[in-house]
């Protein structure tokens, strides 16, 4: 058996959750993709990283390795769900004013074909299709570099307002 291993490193990820309260969604994403904030320790540790935010889409990209496989050699749909949740609920995130937070409270993914080391690099694209004040619902795609489907999926966010100072 040949043993492998997989090192990871993190800054403290609290700065950039109080800054997350005082910037407009859109503001604070955008910021965090340039990286004046430190990614969130789960992206770190997945290699996954903000490719690109705008009022209402965000997507996440990463290259998925060895270390993301099921024990039936293929990338864990685990891994897929993260990304897609992550992409959706930021999505919802670019919409909200500052001091506005969410949670997700229903996802559904479908997996179309598994995702391999050969893959390549995938995008996950999380789009808004209502921006509501207490909900807000987003699809999402997992794609490779040549478009190619992998997974799709739904969310229900749950909209927490700022609450007045």
Known sequence: MTIRSLTTTW???MPGARAAQELAGVDFLRK??????S????AR???ATIESVEPG???FAMVPGEQHYNPIGVVH???LATLLDSAMGCAVQSKLPAGSTWTTVELHTNFVRPVVMTTG???AEGTVLHAGSRVSTAEGRIVDGSGKLYAHATTTCLVFPARPS
Not at 32 to 37: P, S, V
Not at 39 to 42: C, E, I, T, V, Y
């Open 11 to 13: 800054e403290d990820p």
């Open 32 to 37: 965090l993709a340039a990286g004046d904030f």
């Open 39 to 42: 990614p969130a320790p789960f």
């Open 45 to 47: 540790l997945l290699g």
């Open 57 to 59: 889409r965000v997507t």
């Open 77 to 79: 749909g685990g891994l």
């Open 121 to 123: 690099k995938i995008v």
